[in-house]
């Protein structure tokens, strides 16, 4: 899952299947399997996810609403940093030795 707080992305899938879909912000999640010239918009800021959705290569084009759409991935945005593991805890409902292991793989401390 990651977002573009500063862009809209638009993706057009060229070959193969995408399963694609976003979360928009009441927590209703869109997602559909893409197969060869279907497209879908990802608004601006929507935590959002493409996957291969089949067994054979994919081929997709992402375009952007703007030059500097911006990523963030939220696992490293959860994980890789030096948030209190507490706090973490607190906002993921994860428990302490899963916010430690998740921090040891993505690089993040505390």
Do not use: W
């Not at 912000?25 to 493409?50: C, E, W």
Request: charged letters at 15%.
């Amino acid at each position: 899952m990651h977002t573009h707080p500063g862009g809209t992305e638009l993706l057009l899938v060229a070959q193969g299947t995408i399963c694609a879909g976003f979360i928009d912000s009441a927590n209703k999640v869109y997602y559909k399997t893409l197969k060869r010239g279907d497209i879908m918009l990802f608004p601006r800021g929507l935590l959002h996810f493409q996957i291969n959705g089949g067994g054979t290569t994919a081929l997709a084009f992402a375009s952007f609403s703007s030059a500097t759409p911006g990523l963030q991935i939220l696992d490293f945005a959860l994980f890789a940093n030096d948030l209190p593991s507490e706090l973490v805890e607190k906002t993921t409902f994860l428990d302490d030795a899963q916010v430690k292991k998740l921090k040891g793989v993505l690089g993040g401390t505390n």
